[in-house]
């Protein structure tokens, strides 16, 4: 997965920062897309912004918000804190009048501060860190269910399996240490055992150390909070390994890349997931429209940041103006229902209402929907 898709020109043009704007673009809405178009999670970030140019073709087409056009600028975190800032920063200058993104919770947290203080209400349409409840201003509306959820999901899916054990790696950030201690926290408060817990670097490539620790302890389940990236090649050296115990990945790592990674290693993992294209009846006519368009089958978090741009635009079309305040008012009264993901309303925290996830299985080198 260090492949990266090269940006794409559809319709309206999408727009780096660094490049010209359309030549509507100063009498229309301009919306940011934050999401990382370079480094290890590049892919995920690019097929993120190819589904906001999907539905910003569709708004246009339907007559743009408030009757106008709208163009997207996108903004390359590269899922690192420190760039994201200063994409960010360039963002909030640039003239849009919201953020649609955020794909790695450790570089969209701190731009959570940079655009509160541009009061421009923010559409997170991945991260789902619960470090981002706090840290929100209260312009930011996270429309992926949070780690307490998949948690939960997790939980009571080791639960069934009368699991009794488990091992937890992560990598540190704010992704996938948040996620892994709050299993530890469930697992434990039910009196489970968690036999071993690893902090690994992001972009390791050898895990025999972890391996030799993880056999030892003998759990029943292995759990990998962290990315696909280095998520595949420890899957593959856990088995090659000698570990015969069933290995689960949270939603950082439900790629279907995972399988290119991991290899036959991969066969029979569980995944934790929000819902993706191929799992989504409603879903069909944009996954036909994506492979036309982008020449590749719409990516994990396709579905949800379609959602978010759509739903940013009846935010506006509700407030009768980009006004912040009001925009923010309408994304927190939102009952939106013509998500493909399902219907979007949110707690008092800004949170999703509802757990979205589901459970996955590896079979065949592809994810399947876990019986």
């Known amino acids: 997965m260090r492949n990266f898709w090269k940006l794409a020109a559809t319709g309206a043009a999408l727009v780096v920062l660094s490049g010209a704007l359309p030549s509507f673009a100063d009498d229309g809405i301009k919306v940011g897309v934050l999401v ?19 539905a910003i073709d569709e708004i246009n087409k339907a007559g743009g918000v408030l009757g106008k056009q709208v163009s997207m600028v996108v903004g390359d975190d590269g899922c690192d804190p420190q760039q994201s800032v200063n994409a960010a920063t360039k963002l909030a200058s640039s003239g849009i009048v919201g953020v649609v993104g955020g794909y790695c919770s450790g570089a969209t947290l701190p731009t959570l501060k940079i655009f509160g203080d541009a009061k421009l209400p923010f ?9 981002l409840i ?8 996270m429309i992926n269910s949070t780690g307490n959820d998949q948690v939960a999901k997790a939980n009571d899916f080791f639960k069934g399996k009368s699991f009794k054990s488990l091992a937890i790696v992560n990598e540190g950030d704010a992704y ?4 892994a201690n709050l299993m530890k926290k469930a697992w ?15 972009g390791e490539q050898d895990f025999s150390s972890v391996v030799t620790k993880i056999k030892a302890a003998s759990p029943d389940a292995v759990f990998w909070t962290a990315y696909y990236a280095d998520g595949g090649p420890f ?13 689960a990945v949270g939603d950082g790592s439900n790629s279907p890349d995972l399988f290119k990674l991991a290899g036959d290693a991969a066969e029979g993992v569980i995944g934790f997931s929000n819902p993706t294209a191929e799992f989504l009846p409603g879903a069909k006519a944009f996954s036909d429209t994506y492979t036309a368009q982008f020449k590749n089958a719409p990516g994990p978090y396709a579905p949800l940041t379609y959602d978010g741009m759509k739903l940013l635009a009846s935010a506006i079309n509700a407030a009768g103006s980009t006004d912040s305040a009001k925009v923010i008012a309408a994304l927190q009264a939102s009952d939106f229902k013509d998500g493909l993901a399902g219907e979007i309303t949110f707690r008092a925290d800004h949170t999703l209402a509802r757990s ?10 592809a994810w399947t929907l876990a019986k």
């Open 36 to 54: 990382p178009t370079t480094g290890s999670e590049a892919t995920y970030g690019q097929d993120m912004a190819n589904a906001v140019q999907i």
């Open 123 to 131: 559409v997170i349409t991945a991260a789902n860190s619960t470090q």
């Open 134 to 141: 706090p840290a929100n201003p209260g312009n930011a509306f």
């Open 176 to 179: 996938s240490q948040d996620l």
């Open 188 to 202: 434990t408060d039910e009196g489970n055992t968690v036999a071993d817990f690893e902090t690994v670097n992001k």
């Open 235 to 247: 899957i593959k050296q856990l088995r090659e390994g000698g570990y015969q115990g069933l290995i």
């Open 356 to 365: 979205n996830f589901i459970v996955l299985e590896g079979k065949s080198g």
